[in-house]
């Protein structure tokens, strides 16, 4: 008999991420091992960042992706564009960007992305809320914390 073979990561081609693999090899173990039949990594809502100066933050789908996916008729979209309080008081004026691509009349945010200062650190903790289905009022209905950067996200109109 012939064993099965499993691959993970890289080899796959899809998301390039080293978290992605450790997730989906967490995954194939809980199948394996555990019992857990319907554990598969979930690829669709994966938070992705590019560290650059300054990062760039996604999760979710594009404008244009919404679109396809759901007619131009049932997007709406939401952004910002702001100096930061860190930059406040310098020189360097350098703008931070958000924007939420929502879904549907309850807009649900199917979408997040975002450029500027601390938007790598501000990603993962949106990110669990685009995951769990979480709509435009949902993140109006959340407390902002003033004054940071993430409180745009939740005081965006």
């Not at 919404?66 to 709406?76: E, L, R, S």
């Not at 564009?81 to 691509?101: D, G, N, W």
């Not at 435009?136 to 004054?147: E, G, L, R, S, Y």
């Amino acid at each position: 008999d012939a064993l099965p073979i499993y691959a993970v990561g890289d080899v796959c081609g899809r998301a390039l991420l080293t978290p992605v693999a450790i997730a989906a090899g967490r995954k194939l173990a809980q199948r394996l091992f555990d019992g857990q039949v319907e554990s598969k990594l979930e690829y669709s809502c994966i938070p992705t960042v590019v560290f650059s100066h300054p990062p760039i933050g996604t999760v979710g789908l594009t404008e244009e992706e919404a679109v396809v996916k759901y007619g131009k008729d049932h997007v709406k979209t939401y952004t910002t564009s702001f100096t930061p309080m860190y930059h406040a008081v310098t020189k360097r004026k350098t703008k931070c960007l958000m924007k939420l691509v929502c879904f549907g009349k309850e807009e649900k945010v199917v979408g997040l992305h975002m450029q500027g200062l601390g938007c790598d650190e501000m990603l993962q903790g949106f990110s669990v809320a685009v995951k769990m289905g979480a709509t435009k009022k949902d993140f109006d209905n959340t407390v902002a914390i003033h004054p940071t950067s993430s409180e745009e996200l939740v005081t965006i109109r």
